[in-house]
């Protein structure tokens, strides 16, 4: 899983650390320090990544699961 944080939406409320201070990381200002590029989301803490993209205010956090952590298998070409 992975979480992406809109450069342009985060208005540094650092509502998304108060709940993944390990997901989001915020710098002085507390603006998340990486926005843009796909942040690896740690094993376990899946739900404190989707909490924190929850509590934002300005929904500035996309949330990109991976194939095999959503139980998603992609269907081979030409299957159907
Ligand atoms: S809660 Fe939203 S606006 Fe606030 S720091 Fe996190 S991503 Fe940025």
């Known amino acids: 899983m992975k979480v992406i944080v809109d450069p342009e939406g985060c208005t540094g409320h650092g509502r998304c650390s108060s709940v993944a201070p390990d997901v989001y990381l915020l710098d002085s200002n507390g603006y998340n320090l990486v926005t843009g590029v796909p942040i690896?989301?740690?094993?376990?803490?899946?739900?404190?990544?989707?909490?924190?993209?929850?509590?934002?205010?300005?929904?500035?956090?996309?949330?990109?699961?991976?194939?095999?952590?959503?139980?998603?298998?992609?269907?081979?070409?030409?299957?159907?």
């Open 40 to 80: 690896d989301v740690p094993e376990g803490r899946e739900e404190a990544a989707r909490l924190g993209a929850r509590m934002c205010p300005e929904r500035a956090v996309t949330i990109t699961e991976d194939a095999v952590a959503s139980g998603h298998t992609p269907e081979p070409p030409g299957s159907r």
